[in-house]
């Protein structure tokens, strides 16, 4: 059974409808509409999917939600840490309180979802988490996202790494996936001037789309990544080209 936060998101559902032909789906969200909209629209292409509004800054939701998921649906095998908020705000504009809040939710919120699951994974052992970072976490931000989310996004990444390290000894992995900037979400509004600017960054000279970021967080949930943990895919048209 596979977890995604964020599901009611363009890139959480595209990668819930990537999941969706191995694995029975619990989808989170703090919109409980558009979480439910996903679902259906899974369930409309013959998936088993159940929606579940959350916020994953409360651990005590967070855990009540774990409990009745695996109650409802059986044990969490895997976990894709998606939600997330951005910031744009310059450092000299950027509130103490959009700060918290951002961090709340990009980091914390990853740290929260990943401790309601790991403890079974552990104790049963097996399972993946997949983490959604961003190119911002190791370039600095740059384009869309400023310090607040760029800080966030880098955090994933060492924790991606620390608990990778830590669970890696009871058969369980933990990964991330480095998205570049995508159609839709955050881009949906820019100028087509701003549009440019960002492209002429992209090798590819394009946008990514979400299905591509979701099939890489797919093959990181699945058997065929069975021997890689710790690792992050860029998954952004060749900007990092690390």
């Given at each position: 059974?596979?977890?995604?936060?964020?599901?009611?998101?363009?890139?959480?559902?595209?990668?819930?409808?990537?999941?969706a032909?191995?694995?029975?789906?619990?989808?989170?969200?703090?919109d409980?509409?558009?979480?439910?909209?996903?679902?259906?629209?899974?369930?409309?292409?013959?998936?088993?999917?159940?929606?579940?509004?959350?916020?994953?800054?409360?651990?005590?939701?967070?855990?009540?939600?774990?409990?009745?998921?695996?109650?409802?649906?059986?044990?969490?095998?895997?976990?894709?840490?998606?939600?997330?908020?951005v910031?744009?705000?310059?450092?000299?504009?950027?509130?103490?309180?959009?700060?918290?809040?951002?961090?709340?939710?990009?980091?914390?919120?990853?740290?929260?979802?990943?401790?309601?699951?790991?403890?079974?994974?552990?104790?049963?052992?097996?399972?993946?988490?997949?983490?959604?970072?961003?190119?911002?976490?190791?370039?600095?931000?740059?384009?869309?996202?400023?310090?607040?989310?760029?800080?966030?996004?880098?955090?994933?990444?060492?924790?991606?790494?620390?608990?990778?390290?830590?669970?890696?000894?009871?058969?369980?992995?933990s990964?991330?996936?480095?998205?570049?900037?995508?159609?839709?979400?955050?881009?949906?509004?820019?100028?087509?001037?701003?549009?440019?600017?960002?492209?002429?960054?992209?090798p590819?000279?394009?946008?990514?789309?979400?299905?591509?970021?979701?099939?890489?967080?797919?093959?990181?949930?699945?058997?065929?990544?069975?021997?890689?943990?710790?690792e992050?895919?860029?998954?952004?048209?060749?900007?990092?080209?690390?």
């Amino acid at each position: 059974m596979a977890l995604v936060t964020g599901a009611g998101g363009h890139l959480g559902g595209a990668i819930a409808h990537a999941l969706a032909a191995g694995h029975v789906l619990a989808l989170g969200d703090l919109d409980d509409a558009a979480c439910a909209a996903t679902a259906a629209r899974l369930r409309m292409a013959g998936a088993e999917a159940v929606a579940h509004g959350v916020d994953v800054t409360d651990a005590e939701a967070v855990a009540s939600l774990i409990a009745q998921i695996e109650h409802d649906l059986g044990p969490v095998d895997v976990l894709v840490n998606n939600a997330g908020i951005v910031s744009t705000a310059p450092i000299e504009e950027l509130t103490l309180a959009e700060w918290q809040r951002v961090i709340s939710v990009d980091l914390t919120g990853y740290y929260v979802c990943t401790r309601a699951v790991i403890v079974g994974m552990i104790a049963r052992r097996r399972g993946a988490v997949v983490n959604v970072s961003s190119v911002a976490g190791k370039r600095g931000g740059g384009f869309l996202g400023t310090s607040a989310y760029a800080a966030a996004k880098a955090g994933v990444l060492g924790f991606t790494k620390a608990v990778a390290r830590e669970v890696a000894p009871h058969g369980v992995r933990s990964n991330a996936v480095a998205p570049g900037p995508l159609e839709g979400g955050m881009t949906a509004g820019i100028s087509p001037a701003a549009r440019e600017r960002l492209l002429a960054h992209v090798p590819l000279a394009r946008l990514g789309r979400p299905e591509e970021v979701a099939a890489a967080v797919a093959f990181l949930a699945g058997d065929a990544a069975a021997w890689i943990t710790g690792e992050t895919i860029n998954v952004d048209g060749g900007i990092l080209m690390e």
